[in-house]
């Protein structure tokens, strides 16, 4: 499963990189505007600093302006993906777009059907939002279970991009189920490293080191 961070902090997208365990970066409007940074100098550094996607979100609503907005973001780098939400005209620029080669993120999913639409509107990842449809009460990852069926039933090769991830159990379950990508936050990412027995043993490795008496620099 390829990991992606989801962020604006180019700082974050360092250190993440560093590990050599990112594959992309999605961004959105939000993340840009925490960011505090013009749009397209972030998005243009982003591009420059990871060799995988990375998500571009259009902000308009209708098919035209959406359309112009995502060539736009498209030059940017060759390794853009533009985000259009799972709405009528986000799904008609979706496959205007990819008639031109330009890779393309479907965002605000939270129903196998809409999932459904965005694979036959040609769409390179599809993103139902796992956190959220916890939030008001429905199983997020019984999500991703029917959309994977569903894709493998028919043979799509929209990518299963699964977002507003929470916590590492998400992640877990994410892998579990095959989705493609998972993109989460900075500190979910660190969490993943952690585990109280690591901890422990390494304390225990340090202590009886120091009894050595060695060094090895």
């Known amino acids: 499963m390829k990991f992606f961070l989801d962020t604006?902090?180019?700082?974050?997208?360092?250190?993440?990189?560093?590990?050599?365990?990112?594959d992309g970066v999605t961004t959105n409007p939000s993340l840009i505007k925490k960011s505090g940074r013009d749009f397209f100098e972030v998005i243009t550094e982003i591009a420059s600093e990871v060799e995988g996607p990375v998500s571009a979100e259009t902000v308009s609503h209708d098919h035209e302006t959406m359309l112009k907005e995502g060539l736009k973001c498209a030059k940017i780098a060759d390794n853009i993906a533009v985000k259009v939400p799972l709405t009528l005209d986000g799904l008609k620029t979706c496959k205007a777009l990819r008639a031109e080669g330009i890779m393309?993120?479907?965002?605000?999913?939270?129903?196998?059907?809409?999932?459904?639409?965005?694979?036959?509107?040609?769409?390179?990842?599809?993103?139902?939002?796992?956190?959220?449809?916890d939030d008001v009460g429905f199983d997020g990852m019984e999500l991703i279970e029917d959309i994977r069926t569903i894709y493998d039933n028919y043979g799509f090769g929209t990518e299963i991009l699964v977002a507003s991830v929470r916590h590492p159990v998400h992640v877990l379950e994410s892998a579990r189920?095959?989705?493609?990508?998972?993109?989460?936050?900075?500190?979910?990412?660190?969490?993943?490293?952690?585990?109280?027995?690591t901890?422990?043993?390494?304390?225990?490795?340090?202590?009886?080191?120091?009894?050595?008496g060695f060094s090895i620099l």
């Open 8 to 22: 604006a902090n180019i700082e974050e997208i360092r250190e993440a990189n560093a590990t050599g365990l990112l």
């Open 199 to 212: 901890v422990n043993g390494l304390a225990g490795f340090d202590k009886d080191w120091a009894a050595t």
């Open 177 to 197: 189920i095959g989705a493609d990508v998972a993109t989460f936050p900075w500190d979910v990412m660190k969490k993943l490293f952690n585990h109280p027995l």
């Open 104 to 133: 393309v993120n479907v965002t605000l999913c939270f129903s196998a059907n809409q999932a459904l639409l965005a694979a036959k509107a040609g769409a390179s990842f599809i993103s139902p939002f796992v956190g959220r449809h």
